[in-house]
C-alpha cells in the first residue's frame, strides 16, 4: 500500500467521522488507503482501526486510574464478536462479556482465559449454563428467579461453586431509543428493585449452597448521552448493595453499571465517555462513603464505545434514480444484512466516498441497500457529491452492531473484516461465500 501524506484530519477523541485522507483524495483507515483495501477484500468491507480500538480502551483505564479506584472493564462483546477482537480486548487489559454459548465459545476459542469471561443474557438455556460452569468462567450475572434456582441445581450436581451477580432493573428511564433502554421496571432483563424482587434474590442466594453472589448489575440501556442515569442507577444499587453486604452478609465485592456509553454517529451527536465515568465513579466514592462500605470494584461493560467507532463500512455504488420532486436514490452491494440500525432503531449515518473524500456534496443521496425490502436503507438523505461509477460509499461508525447483527436475507454473504493498523491490513473474518450459505442444507431425498 502506498504511503501517502495525510492532508486532513477531522478527527477528535470523541468524533467516530474519521476522515484521514491522503493527498490522492482517497480515505484511509488505520493508515491503509481504503479504495486499495477494497480491491484486495472485496466489498462491502468493514475495516477497523485497530489503534484506534487500542486507544479507546486505554482512555477508559485512563479515566479510571486518574480517580484511583478499582475497576474492570468488561467489553460487551455482542457489539462485534469475534476471535481477533476478542484476543484484542484481553490483551487491552478487558475481561469479556458474553451473552450466548456462541460468544463463550468465540472468546475461549480466542485464548480468552475463563476467569476474564463473564455471562450474562435473560434466557439462558441448560447447556449454556452447563458449559459456562463447566469451563469455569469468572462470573455469571443472574437474570431471573428461575436461573437462579436451575444453576443452584447445575453448579450443586456438579459440585462447583460459582461466582454470580444479581442483574438489578433500577427504574431508570435512560434517554435513548426505547428498543435500547433495559433499566426501566417494564423490561424484559433483571430483578425489578422497587417491588422487591432484587431484594428477595439476595435472600435466596444468601441460601444457596452452590452460588457465591458476589455483587450487582445493572445496564440501563444504550447509546447513552447522559450520565444523569447512570448516577440515578448507582444511588439505588448502594441501598441494595448495603443490604446485601452488611444484613445478609454476602461476600459483595463487585458493582457493575453495565455499558450504554453512546457514541458519534452523526455531527449531532456529542459523547461524554470519560466525564460520565467520573460522574459514576463520583457517585460511587460519595454514597459508598456516606453508607461507610467499602468501595466497590467498580466494573463497567462498554460494547459501542470500544467498537463502534473503529469501524467503516466500504460499499460499491451501484445503481441510483432520481425521483423527480421526492428523492434520489444510489443503492450498495450491502444493506440491512450488514447494518440493520436504520430499520431497526432510525439510526444516522455519516458518509463519503472513498475515493474521493474531500469531494463537496452536491445533492442529497439516500443509501439504499440491496434487500428486497422499502426498509432496507443506510442513510436518508446524505449530503454527496452525486455518484460516478466506480465511487465506494464509505459509512462511519460502524464497528457496533453492525457485523453481530448481520443476517443472511436474501441469502446476501456476510462481509469480510479486516483490521487496519500502520498502513498494514489483517484479515480477521473471511468473507463468505454462496456455499458457505448452502453448508448446512439438507437436499430433500426420497424424492
Ligand atoms: C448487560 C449489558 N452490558 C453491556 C451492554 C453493552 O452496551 P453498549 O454497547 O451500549 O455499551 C449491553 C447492551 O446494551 C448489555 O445488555
Ligand atoms: N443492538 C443495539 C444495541 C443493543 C445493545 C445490547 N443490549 C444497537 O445497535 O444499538
Known amino acids: 500500500m502506498p504511503e501517502q501524506e495525510v492532508v486532513a484530519v477531522r478527527e477528535s477523541d470523541h468524533s467516530s467521522l474519521q476522515a484521514d485522507i491522503d493527498t490522492n483524495h482517497h480515505l484511509r483507515v488505520g493508515g491503509c488507503d481504503a479504495v486499495e483495501l477494497t480491491k484486495s477484500y472485496g466489498t462491502p468491507l468493514i475495516v477497523y482501526d485497530e489503534e484506534r480500538l487500542r486507544r479507546t480502551i486505554r482512555a477508559f483505564h485512563e479515566v479510571f486510574q486518574r480517580e484511583r479506584v478499582e475497576y474492570q472493564i468488561s467489553y460487551a462483546s455482542k457489539a462485534f464478536c469475534t476471535m481477533a477482537m476478542c484476543q484484542l480486548v484481553y490483551e487491552e487489559g478487558c475481561g469479556i462479556d458474553v451473552v450466548s454459548g456462541g460468544e463463550l465459545y468465540t472468546a475461549l476459542a480466542s485464548g480468552v482465559p475463563a476467569h476474564a469471561i463473564h455471562m450474562h443474557g435473560n434466557n439462558k438455556t441448560p ?22 434456582s436451575l444453576l443452584q441445581d447445575i453448579a450443586a450436581a456438579r459440585g462447583r461453586n460459582v461466582d454470580v451477580l444479581i442483574r438489578v432493573a433500577p427504574g431508570v428511564e435512560a434517554h435513548t431509543h426505547e428498543f435500547i433502554a433495559t433499566g426501566g421496571q417494564d423490561s424484559k432483563f433483571g430483578f425489578d428493585l422497587s417491588s422487591g424482587q ?8 444468601s441460601r444457596a449452597e452452590n452460588l457465591r453472589c458476589v455483587g450487582l448489575h445493572s445496564h440501563i440501556g444504550s447509546q447513552i448521552f447522559d450520565a444523569e442515569g447512570f448516577v440515578v442507577a448507582v444511588e439505588r444499587l448502594a441501598d441494595l448493595y448495603h443490604f446485601g453486604a452488611i444484613e445478609l452478609k454476602l461476600p459483595f465485592r463487585v458493582l457493575n453499571v453495565g455499558g450504554g456509553f453512546g457514541i458519534q454517529y452523526t455531527d449531532e451527536d456529542a459523547p461524554p465517555v470519560s466525564e460520565t465515568i467520573s460522574a459514576i465513579v463520583a457517585t460511587a466514592k460519595e454514597v459508598f462513603g456516606r453508607k461507610e462500605i467499602p468501595l466497590p470494584t467498580l466494573w463497567i461493560e462498554p460494547g459501542r464505545s470500544i ?19 421526492i428523492r434520489n436514490y444510489l443503492a450498495i452491494d450491502g444493506g440491512m444484512t450488514d447494518n440493520p440500525r436504520l430499520a431497526l432503531y432510525g439510526a444516522k449515518y455519516h458518509a463519503v466516498y472513498a475515493n474521493r473524500a474531500d469531494a463537496t456534496p452536491e445533492d442529497a443521496w439516500s443509501v439504499a441497500g440491496k434487500c428486497c425490502e422499502s426498509g432496507d436503507m443506510i442513510i436518508w438523505d446524505a449530503p454527496l457529491p452525486n455518484p460516478q461509477a466506480g465511487d465506494i460509499l464509505a459509512v462511519f461508525a460502524t464497528g457496533a452492531y453492525n457485523y453481530s447483527m448481520a443476517s443472511h436475507y436474501n441469502r446476501i454473504p456476510k462481509p469480510a473484516v479486516v483490521f487496519a493498523r500502520n498502513g498494514k491490513a489483517e484479515l480477521v473474518v473471511q468473507r463468505e461465500t454462496w456455499a458457505d450459505l448452502v453448508r448446512r442444507d439438507m437436499p430433500l431425498r426420497g424424492k
Not at 447447556?127 to 437462579?148: K, M, P, S, T
Not at 432484587?198 to 442466594?205: D, I, K, P, T, Y
Not at 466500504?314 to 423527480?324: A, D, E, N, T
Open 198 to 205: 432484587a431484594g428477595e434474590a439476595l435472600r435466596q442466594l
Open 127 to 148: 447447556d449454556e449454563l452447563e458449559y459456562a460452569v463447566r469451563e469455569n468462567i469468572g462470573a455469571i450475572i443472574i437474570d431471573n428467579f428461575y436461573e437462579l
Open 307 to 325: 467498537a463502534g467507532p473503529a469501524g467503516v463500512t466500504l460499499y460499491q455504488v451501484g445503481s441510483q434514480k432520481r425521483v423527480p420532486g
